[in-house]
């Protein structure tokens, strides 16, 4: 052995060694980063390969606690089951699972619900042999519109032509009809080998009295809209979180409960709701817009019950900073939110709002002036599509503001933002997502979705 107390040789030897660390630790990392994933990756793959998988794709929840409902009734049989959403689904577990239970959404015009849209674009588009797998589906939809559960009927034909195998033949739930979840829950059962499945029964509808509304947009071209508050009868306020819905009975329609955002936080004391009223020419106002806008007197008792709106809530985005984007009516679930960050502190919102008029559509205009001067709302921006002369030919609609502030957009979501659009499907949804991309890029906006940071609540 040679020993040395030469200090120059030492320091030599010592910046040799570090330089060899320097040099190997970056792909030993590297290395290690990819052996856990791929333990991770046949982990998953095991998990999936014996037990059952109960995979969901929901926009506004009713799949998701259906799908959680099913993988308990599982685990209470005694049955190893992972519930996951569908996009949570890779080729590699499709290919070893043996047993999927698929609950699925139909949403714009026979689409996938958002949360699947990376499954139908990485998995759907191809093909893959699937024999080995045995699946029950059930599609959840409303036959009043034209492609009546598109999705679950287009899941069900992918599925089939790569050789999947149904269990029960597909089941069909409009408007969540019970005879549909009980036909499922009896499959179910079939399936688990269990009688005493848990009750599934929807929280009940409770009495609340209609305690104030004001119409809003008196003088606009648009329909009228109407701030509308309510109060639990037995003074029991049930708790709720900023982004959740609420389903109201219409007397004349006790089997179609509506849904409507809820604008306000419990802290508030009251349910808050925003309440456009359809009017259908000679055929005069719709059911239960006319019912809540119109007949109904203040004081009257209605049915109604608070629904979790999961994907619409903050869950994760309480921190970050918040873009809000809506027109019309969606101004209701984007209020919630603002109320929610000022009562949390959090000032760092956008709000970007649009409708016709300035002067009788502005609605709120004095709690957004108000959080303004308070330093609860950073930047808020408006269109006026009636108004647009003054605004110069190319601002018209929400998304007509986005490409002049493509580069605070940017910006903000560089720092983290989440954004959230409320409002109507057509025109406005479709719009805002085409701006949204021209701006950040389709595969950025894709990896929002999948990080739960652009989250949309439009009908
Ligand atoms: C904007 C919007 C569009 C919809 N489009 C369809 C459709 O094209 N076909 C259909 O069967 N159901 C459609 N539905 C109904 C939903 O599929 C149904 O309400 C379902 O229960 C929602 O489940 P989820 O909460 O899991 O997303 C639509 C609902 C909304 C709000």
Request: aromatic share 6%.
């Amino acid at each position: 052995m040679i020993l040395t107390l030469d200090t120059t040789r030492l320091a030599l030897a010592a910046a040799c060694l570090i330089s060899y660390g320097l040099v190997c630790a970056p792909p030993l990392l590297d290395w290690r980063r990819r052996t856990a994933r791929e333990a991770a990756g046949r982990a998953a793959v095991q998990a999936a390969g014996p037990g059952w998988i109960v995979a969901h794709a929901s926009q506004t929840g009713n799949a998701e606690q259906l799908a959680a409902q099913t993988a308990e009734t599982l685990r209470l049989a005694g049955l190893p089951v992972r519930l996951c959403s569908l996009s949570a689904l890779s080729a590699d577990e499709l290919q070893q699972a043996e047993r999927i239970l698929f609950i699925v959404s139909t949403y714009g015009e026979g689409d996938a619900p958002d949360a699947a849209a990376a499954f139908v674009g990485r998995i759907m588009t191809g093909t893959m042999p699937l024999p080995q797998l045995h699946y029950a589906l059930l599609a959840l939809g409303d036959s009043s519109y034209g492609q009546y559960c598109g999705f679950g009927r287009a899941l069900d034909t992918w599925l089939q032509q790569q050789g999947a195998r149904p269990l029960v033949e597909r089941i069909e739930a409009d408007r969540l009809a019970d005879s549909a979840i009980a036909a499922w829950r009896h499959a179910l059962s079939h399936l688990a080998g269990t009688t005493d499945a848990p009750d599934w029964s929807a929280p009940a509808f409770g009495a609340w009295r209609l305690a104030e509304r004001h119409w809003l947009n008196e003088g606009s071209s648009g329909a009228p809209i109407y701030h509308i508050e309510l109060e639990p009868e037995d003074g029991v306020l049930p708790d709720w979180q900023s982004g959740d819905l609420v389903q109201v009975v219409a007397p004349a329609e006790p089997d179609k409960p509506r849904e409507y955002s809820i604008a306000s936080i419990p802290s508030d004391g009251r349910v808050h709701l925003l309440v456009r009223l359809h009017l259908h020419g000679e055929r005069g106002a719709g059911v239960a817009s006319g019912w809540l806008c119109r007949e109904a007197p203040v004081g009257a008792t209605l049915q109604m019950r608070v629904r979790q709106h999961r994907h619409f809530r903050l869950d994760g985005n309480e921190h970050r900073p918040l873009i809000l984007i809506g027109n019309g009516s969606g101004i209701a679930g984007l209020r919630g939110h603002l109320r929610a960050r000022a009562l949390a502190g959090h000032g760092r919102n956008w709000l970007l709002f649009g409708e016709r008029h300035a002067q009788h559509d502005y609605h709120y205009r004095h709690e957004w002036d108000a959080l303004r001067a308070a330093g609860q709302l950073q930047q808020l921006d408006v269109a006026w599509s009636r108004d647009a002369g003054g605004q110069g030919c190319c601002v018209r609609y929400v998304q007509d503001i986005l490409p002049a502030q493509a580069a605070a957009l940017r910006d903000w979501v560089a720092q983290g933002a989440a954004i959230y659009v409320c409002g109507s499907l057509q025109g406005m949804a479709a719009g805002v997502d085409r701006a949204l991309s021209d701006i950040l890029g389709r595969d950025k906006l894709d990896d929002l979705i999948t990080e739960n940071r652009y989250k949309r609540d439009v009908y």
